[in-house]
């Protein structure tokens, strides 16, 4: 399995190619932009970096994702100009263990989806990692043959350390791509532990993939993966076990409670990433998904539940950050003081501090 991690050595590679992909001038890692008074930053012009985006310029598509990930506060001010240019772009998420296959598969997608004339965004996630340019490297790789199609974005992002983490930024990536006029926006994320859900929480259509003879496959079945997917692809097609692996996931699919007539009974996609094999199949699956969707109204249900899920979570972590700086605060400490001498009891303190920390907003 070591082909699905990246050498280190290879960082400095991996950027040059993140730029070369994005045509983004930006480098700043997690956090970075988000300090206040971030020099030369603050004179950013947002509603002609839109105009840009809007336009399909790489460069101001590439900027605005580096605000997203670098927590700028300029981001309200972006996603309020962005909101009108939104709704366009079909979500399609692909999660599954390191080295499964996915960043091969995506690739395939971004070339079935470019010869149909769709514009397609392509958010690569990597949970785990602080770097944009570390354990993504070998997706950069797989992807280079697109870097140089103007129909196509391509973006890393990493979200360890970012307050809020994935579910905070995706989101907002997601729209800065939907807004620059991406068709398809797919989603590469790197299934460790509750990302899959998160992930699943964010796309039109989950896509899960296993492999054969990763030993991990159907194991990672137990720990929720079932729930998720719209569409199940069984990848490495080419090698002994994908048979039973497919058979397997059949059986486990079929396991769970029966399901009314008309209800989507995720397919399962036997493909050859490598060789461009099954990815017509793919593409019809999704389609097929979207199609049901969209006629039992549950795409629209899901995009509610999204941008609730997106409302609450820039809320959560709005107040988290204000109460994070009331460390040392004159407030906390009289609250803190009463608390510790029997005075006041910890939920009526808290409720204090939130009063007090939402209603300075
Ligand atoms: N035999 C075989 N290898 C594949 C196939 N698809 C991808 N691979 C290889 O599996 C490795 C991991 O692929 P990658 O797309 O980076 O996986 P990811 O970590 O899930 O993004 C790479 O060496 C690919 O060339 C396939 O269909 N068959
Ligand atoms: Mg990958």
């Given at each position: 399995m070591s082909d699905g991690s990246?050498?280190?050595?290879?960082?400095?590679?991996?950027?040059?190619?993140?730029?070369?992909?994005?045509?983004?001038?930006?480098?700043?890692?997690?956090?970075?932009?988000?300090?206040?008074?971030?020099?030369?930053?603050?004179?950013?012009?947002?509603?002609?970096?839109?105009?840009?985006?809007?336009?399909?310029?790489?460069?101001?598509?590439?900027?605005?994702?580096?605000?997203?990930?670098?927590?700028?506060?300029?981001?309200?001010?972006?996603?309020?100009?962005?909101?009108?240019?939104?709704?366009?772009?079909?979500?399609?998420?692909?999660t599954g263990s390191p080295g499964v296959g996915k960043?091969t598969t995506?690739?395939?997608?971004?070339?079935?989806?470019?010869?149909?004339?769709?514009?397609?965004?392509?958010?690569?996630?990597?949970?785990s990692?602080?770097?944009?340019?570390?354990a993504?490297?070998g997706?950069?790789?797989?992807?280079?043959?697109?870097?140089?199609?103007?129909?196509?974005?391509?973006?890393?992002?990493?979200?360890?350390?970012?307050?809020?983490?994935?579910?905070?930024?995706?989101?907002?990536?997601?729209?800065?791509?939907?807004?620059?006029?991406?068709?398809?926006?797919?989603?590469?994320?790197v299934g460790v532990g509750?990302s899959e859900?998160?992930?699943?929480?964010?796309?039109?259509?989950?896509?899960v993939l296993l492999a054969p003879g990763m030993g991990d496959g159907i194991q990672a079945a137990k720990a929720g993966i079932l729930?998720?997917g719209?569409?199940y692809v069984v990848n490495k097609a080419d090698r002994d076990g994908a048979e039973a692996t497919a058979r397997e996931l059949n059986h486990m699919l079929?396991?769970?409670?029966?399901?009314?007539?008309?209800?989507?009974?995720?397919?399962i996609?036997k493909t050859v990433a490598a060789?461009?094999?099954?990815?017509?199949?793919?593409?019809?699956?999704?389609?097929?998904?979207?199609?049901?969707?969209?006629?039992?109204?549950?795409?629209?249900?899901?995009?509610?539940?999204?941008?609730?899920?997106?409302?609450?979570?820039?809320?959560?972590?709005?107040?988290?950050?204000?109460?994070?700086?009331?460390?040392?605060?004159?407030?906390?400490?009289?609250?803190?003081?009463?608390?510790?001498?029997?005075?006041?009891?910890?939920?009526?303190?808290?409720?204090?501090?939130?009063?007090?920390?939402?209603?300075?907003?």
């Amino acid at each position: 399995m070591s082909d699905g991690s990246a050498p280190a050595e290879g960082r400095a590679t991996a950027s040059e190619q993140d730029r070369s992909a994005t045509a983004g001038p930006e480098t700043s890692g997690p956090g970075a932009a988000g300090r206040r008074g971030a020099g030369p930053r603050r004179a950013l012009d947002v509603g002609a970096l839109v105009e840009q985006a809007r336009e399909g310029r790489p460069r101001a598509v590439a900027r605005l994702i580096s605000l997203v990930e670098g927590a700028s506060p300029q981001l309200r001010e972006v996603m309020a100009a962005l909101a009108p240019l939104t709704g366009g772009a079909y979500v399609v998420g692909l999660t599954g263990s390191p080295g499964v296959g996915k960043s091969t598969t995506t690739s395939a997608l971004v070339t079935a989806l470019r010869r149909a004339g769709r514009r397609v965004g392509v958010l690569a996630v990597d949970p785990s990692s602080p770097f944009s340019g570390g354990a993504l490297l070998g997706d950069r790789v797989r992807m280079s043959e697109h870097a140089s199609d103007p129909g196509v974005y391509i973006r890393s992002m990493a979200t360890r350390g970012h307050l809020g983490g994935l579910a905070w930024a995706a989101p907002q990536a997601i729209r800065v791509l939907d807004a620059a006029g991406c068709d398809v926006v797919l989603v590469e994320t790197v299934g460790v532990g509750q990302s899959e859900v998160e992930i699943a929480a964010q796309a039109d259509t989950s896509v899960v993939l296993l492999a054969p003879g990763m030993g991990d496959g159907i194991q990672a079945a137990k720990a929720g993966i079932l729930e998720i997917g719209d569409v199940y692809v069984v990848n490495k097609a080419d090698r002994d076990g994908a048979e039973a692996t497919a058979r397997e996931l059949n059986h486990m699919l079929g396991l769970g409670e029966a399901r009314a007539a008309g209800d989507w009974r995720p397919p399962i996609v036997k493909t050859v990433a490598a060789r461009g094999e099954g990815v017509d199949e793919l593409l019809d699956a999704l389609d097929k998904h979207r199609g049901w969707m969209e006629e039992h109204g549950v795409l629209a249900e899901r995009r509610r539940a999204r941008a609730a899920g997106e409302i609450e979570n820039i809320a959560l972590t709005a107040l988290r950050r204000r109460i994070g700086t009331l460390h040392g605060d004159s407030r906390l400490s009289a609250l803190a003081g009463k608390v510790a001498a029997g005075a006041l009891d910890p939920y009526a303190a808290a409720d204090e501090l939130v009063a007090g920390v939402t209603a300075e907003a």
